[in-house]
């Protein structure tokens, strides 16, 4: 039997087989380590696959420079390598999608069903209980998208700069300098989005009880507030982002001046290089998506804790 805390009392968590049972101490652990000790080898297994499925895509870069310079030297074998690590990488993917779907599905139907058992069973009112049974799907959500895109911006940054010290060492401190910039304004963005999450979910716990009632001046102030919450989020992550690509055009400008001014280096390893730079300023990109789905949880995780 696995527990989840949600509240000052813990969510119990049947597995769908009773082959197996573990407990976790109420208030020692939170609902993503109930989920993962609960899914285990179900999420490592689709891990598994999605880090295949990137160790492809970051050879990507490499096999098409590979390619290129073949080609212009009349030789096929640079392109019959990318063809084979392309439709290798399109078959993993294809089969870790359908998969995860299968996963994902069974383990919020889980999930969803114990914690409104549990919570009706505590009294916990209607309104309260239909709203936290629709945010527990962020919960699942953080497994399904965000463990893989923080997996794959690893790759992309990690992965990246590694290839690039392939083909240039110079290239690596330059794109290092874009890591303090994206420390700084995403440790502010964290602060600010854990508080418009938290005024939001306020809001999105009265829903069943506005539309209980059906007073139309009550329901439109509810959804004008619903709104003008993802508005302020939306913004928010706006402003991070047209902040953060100041810096990622400076480090793209400057990438640009010392791979051409290189008189030895051929075509193939250019178009590689820019690959590998615009792949890891993609992986910078996605932090703040991570931040902003952390400070949801950080919110929910306190939320479903209370009575």
Known sequence: ???????????????????????????KASPLHAIFAHNRAKLLLTYFLFNLENLLRLSQPLVLGLAINDLLHESSFGLL????????????SSLRQMYDTRVYTGIYTDLATKLVVEQRGREVGLSLVAARSSL?????????????????????????????????????PICLGLLLPAVVLNRIYSRRTFELNRQLHDQLEHEVDVIDHCQEPSVRRHYTAVASWRVKLSDCEALNFGTMEVFVLGVMVLAMLRTCSSLTAS?????????????LLMGIDGVPKLVQQFSRLRDLTQRFRRT
Do not use: W
Not at 4 to 27: D, E, K
Not at 81 to 92: D, G, R
Not at 267 to 279: E, N, S
């Open 267 to 279: 075509p193939g390893d250019i178009f590689a290089v820019f690959r590998y730079v615009l792949m």
């Open 1 to 27: 039997m696995l527990t989840v805390p949600v509240h000052s009392n813990p969510i119990r968590l049947t597995p769908l087989t009773q082959s197996r049972q573990a407990t976790i101490p109420p208030g």
């Open 136 to 172: 527990s799907r962020e919960f699942v959500e953080f497994f399904e998208y965000h463990v893989p895109l923080l997996i794959k911006s690893l790759y992309s940054v990690v992965g990246a700069l590694l290839m690039l010290a392939f083909y240039d060492r110079v290239l690596v």
């Open 81 to 92: 390598l990318f063809v084979a690590q392309h439709l290798t990488h399109l078959l993993i």
